[in-house]
C-alpha cells in the first residue's frame, strides 16, 4: 500500500466512519465527490471556515509559518470537526515547527474520537520523515499509536492499525511495545479491526528489519496457537491474511537461532494442531495444513511431527490427505528404522490413490496420479502400473498428469538413490532457514 493510497483510506476512516458514528449535525452535510471535503452552506454549524484548512493542508510544503499558525489554532477550536480538519491539514504540511508535533500530540488525547483519529494520522505522515529513533516526530507517533491501540472506540483502534501497515524499514523503534499491543489485537470485538491487526502484524518484521528483537520474536512464538486457530476460524476473505502472518512469523523465528522455540512452545503449538485437525470444517483443516510446511521446525522432532501427520492421513477430506501424504513423506524419520509404522502406513495410504484413480468417476484421480509420484521405491512397480492403465485417458488433465507422474517415477527407479520428484511439496517449500527441519525429502 503506498502512502498516498494509505492516507486516503484513512482520511475516509475518519470522514465517513468516526465523524457518522458520533452522529454530529454537521457532518450530515453533502460531500463533495471529487475530493471528499464538506460542501458548506451559510447555515452550517462550524466556528472556522473548514473548506480553508483543508485548502492550507493542501499546500504542503508551500504552507507558509502564518498559514501553520492559522492550523495550530484552528487545532484548538471548540467545535470537534474543526479540530479533525485541522488535524489532518497539519499532517500533510512538513513543518520544521516543534509546535506542530506537540500540538498533535496532545490532539491525540483529544476527548473526541475523531479528533484523536485525525492527530494520530498526522502524527503517522510526520514520524515516516523522521530518521532518528530519538526524532521527538517518530517518539509521538510511537507513544500515541500503542495508546489508540487500546482506545475505547473501535474506530480509532482500526486507523491505529492501519497506520502501522507499509511503513518504511527502520521507521519504527518501539517493536516489542508495539507488536505486544498489536498481538492484543488480534481479539479485538471490532471483526475489521481483527482482519487489519493480522495485516499489520504481518508487515511488522520488515518494518523493524535487523531491529527485530529477540523479545519479539520469542512473543511471536507463543502466539502462534492463536494464529493457527485464526487461520481456521478466518472467513475465506481474510484466510490468506491469517496464512500469510503465520508464515512471516515462522520464517521471523527460523532467522532467529539465538531464541528458539521452548518445549513448552513447541507442545502448545503441537496440541493446536491436533485440536484443528479435528476440526469439522473441511475448509479449516486445509487451511491449517497448508501451513504446516512453514512452522515444521516449531512443532518438535521428526517423530513429534510424523505423529501429527500419521493422524491427518486418513482425513475424509481428500485435499487434506495428500498435504499430509506428501509432508510425511518428506519427513527424515521414515528413512529410519523408528519410524517404520508410519511407513508402513504412508504405503497404505499409496494403495488408496492408487485404487482411487482407478476409479472413473472420481473427482480425485488427477490428484491421485500426481501423488504417485511420490512414493516408496518397493510401490513404484504398482503406482506404474496404475498410471499405464490411465495413459490413454480421455480427460487431457488426467492424462498430461499420468505422463509426468510415469516420466518421474521411471526416471527415479533408474538413478541409485531415489531422487525427489519433479513437484515440489506444497507452495514454494520452508523457508531457507527451516531446510532440514522435517520436510526435504530423504534418500529413499
Do not use: C
Request: proline share 7%; hydrophobic share 40%; aromatic share 4%.
Amino acid at each position: 500500500m503506498s502512502g498516498s493510497t494509505l492516507r486516503t483510506s484513512l482520511f475516509a476512516l475518519v470522514l465517513f466512519g468516526i465523524a457518522g458514528y458520533l452522529g454530529y449535525n454537521h457532518w450530515s452535510k453533502p460531500i463533495d465527490p471529487d475530493n471528499g471535503n464538506l460542501i458548506l452552506d451559510k447555515d452550517a454549524n462550524v466556528s472556522a471556515d473548514m473548506a480553508d484548512l483543508v485548502h492550507l493542508g493542501e499546500l504542503g510544503s508551500a504552507a507558509t509559518p502564518s498559514d501553520v499558525n492559522r492550523l495550530l489554532t484552528a487545532l484548538k477550536d471548540s467545535d470537534a470537526a474543526v479540530r479533525v480538519e485541522a488535524a489532518m491539514a497539519l499532517g500533510k504540511v512538513p513543518s520544521t515547527d516543534p509546535a506542530v508535533v506537540t500540538s498533535l500530540n496532545e490532539a491525540a488525547r483529544d476527548t473526541d474520537p475523531g479528533v484523536r483519529s485525525a492527530a494520530l494520522i498526522g502524527l503517522d505522515d510526520h514520524s515516516r520523515a523522521a530518521k532518528e529513533a530519538s526524532d521527538p516526530r517518530r517518539t509521538s507517533y510511537e507513544e500515541m499509536v500503542i495508546a489508540a491501540l487500546g482506545d475505547p472506540v473501535p474506530r480509532v483502534r482500526r486507523i491505529a492499525v492501519t497506520t502501522l501497515r507499509a511503513r518504511p524499514e527502520g521507521s519504527l523503534s518501539k517493536i516489542e511495545e508495539i507488536a505486544r499491543a498489536e498481538i492484543k489485537t488480534l481479539a479485538d470485538v471490532d471483526p475489521p479491526t481483527r482482519i487489519a491487526a493480522v495485516g499489520a502484524l504481518r508487515d511488522l518484521p520488515k518494518i523493524a528489519g535487523p531491529g527485530l528483537t529477540a523479545g519479539t520474536v520469542t512473543m511471536f512464538a507463543g502466539e502462534l496457537p492463536n494464529l493457527l486457530k485464526g487461520v481456521a476460524d478466518a472467513d475465506m476473505r481474510s484466510r490468506p491474511e491469517y496464512q500469510g502472518l503465520v508464515r512471516t512469523v515462522a520464517e521471523s523465528i527460523s532467522k532467529a537461532p539465538q531464541t528458539p522455540v521452548t518445549a513448552e512452545q513447541s507442545k502448545a503449538i503441537r496440541d493446536s494442531l491436533a485440536a484443528l485437525f479435528a476440526d469439522k470444517r473441511d475448509e479449516s483443516r486445509r487451511a491449517v495444513i497448508e501451513v504446516f510446511p512453514d512452522i515444521a521446525g516449531m512443532v518438535g522432532t521428526d517423530a513429534e511431527r510424523a505423529e501429527i501427520l500419521r493422524g491427518v492421513l486418513k482425513d475424509s477430506d481428500s485435499r487434506v490427505r495428500s498435504a499430509a501424504y506428501r509432508a510425511l513423506w518428506a519427513n527424515p524419520l521414515v528413512a529410519k528404522p523408528e519410524g517404520q509404522a508410519a511407513r508402513t502406513e504412508l504405503r497404505e495410504a499409496t494403495k488408496g490413490w492408487i485404487a482411487e484413480l482407478a476409479k472413473p468417476d472420481s473427482k480425485d484421480r488427477e490428484l491421485a496420479a500426481w501423488l504417485l509420484s511420490w512414493t516408496d521405491r518397493e510401490d513404484a512397480d504398482a503406482a506404474l502400473a496404475a498410471l499405464a492403465a490411465q495413459k490413454d485417458a480421455s480427460d487431457e488433465g488426467l492424462k498430461n498428469r499420468v505422463a509426468k507422474a510415469t516420466e518421474a517415477l521411471e526416471a527415479a527407479k533408474k538413478s541409485e538413490s531415489w531422487p525427489e520428484p519433479a513437484w515440489k511439496p506444497f507452495r514454494t517449500g520452508p523457508p531457507p532457514a527451516m531446510t532440514g527441519a522435517g520436510l526435504a525429502p530423504p534418500a529413499r
